[in-house]
T-cell receptor
Framework: AQKITQTQPGMFVQEKEAVTLDCTYD???????LFWYKQPSSGEMIFLIY??????QNATEGRYSLNFQKARKSANLVISASQLGDSAMYFC??????????FGKGTSLLVTP | DSGVTQTPKHLITATGQRVTLRCSPR?????VYWYQQSLDQGLQFLIQ???????AKGNILERFSAQQFPDLHSELNLSSLELGDSALYFC??????????????FGSGTQLSVL
């Protein structure tokens, strides 16, 4: 079984500041993938970043980076230089072979001017 | 635009009815996934098809069924609808059968309202 926990239901950040969204996971499989998706108010799910369990370095994609701490089973998303358009729901998800992507409950991020 | 097409965007129906949701995956993708998103349950995986065959099953009710056709498009059939089936239904696609590093591309969803 695999499980994702996002403990922050809502977060506020000021424009241009950095923000960290927390994600912890539980899986017994040594090979797994961790994903972050963004869901703006329009509803679509947008892929942001991926981290493999065997990746030695933390993943980065533009303003998004993933703080991967394997021993702690955490995969926190860091958004640098927040923009108003970053206001959305953010979902952490995990998958391993034979299992479809399993999502957390999400964190609502509001970026204020 | 993810390249995954879902129709219709909105569907309003009554309890007891049956509806069909349609999904066309990205060109070249062999897997189709169906997810249900509701306020109380969050994003729940329903079912995955890979190249026409059922690959994985999640929390899909017996009243729900799906299939993937030879042209790789997929349909999700929901029958004997109840108020609690009101949700946003997503289709997603991926290239392969579900390796840990496979990115899923999501459609814009079908908002189902059961009245």
């Amino acid at each position: 079984a695999q499980k994702i926990t996002q403990t922050q239901p809502g977060m506020f950040v000021q424009e241009k500041e950095a923000v960290t969204l927390d994600c912890t996971y539980d899986t017994s499989d040594p090979s797994y993938g961790l994903f972050w998706y963004k869901q703006p108010s329009s509803g679509e799910m947008i892929f942001l970043i991926y981290q493999g369990s065997y990746d030695q370095q933390n993943a980065t994609e533009g303003r998004y980076s993933l703080n991967f701490q394997k021993a702690r089973k955490s995969a926190n998303l860091v958004i640098s230089a927040s923009q108003l358009g970053d206001s959305a729901m953010y979902f952490c998800a995990i998958t391993n072979s034979g299992y479809a992507l399993n999502f957390g409950k999400g964190t609502s991020l509001l970026v204020t001017p | 635009d993810s390249g995954v097409t879902q129709t219709p965007k909105h569907l309003i129906t009554a309890t007891g009815q049956r509806v069909t949701l349609r999904c066309s995956p990205r060109s070249g993708d062999l897997s189709v996934y169906w997810y249900q998103q509701s306020l109380d349950q969050g994003l729940q995986f329903l079912i995955q098809y890979y190249n026409g065959e059922e690959r994985a099953k999640g929390n899909i009710l017996e009243r729900f069924s799906a299939q993937q056709f030879p042209d790789l498009h997929s349909e999700l059939n929901l029958s004997s609808l109840e108020l609690g089936d009101s949700a946003l239904y997503f289709c997603a696609s991926s290239v392969g059968g579900g390796a840990p590093n496979e990115k899923l591309f999501f459609g814009s969803g079908t908002q189902l309202s059961v009245l």
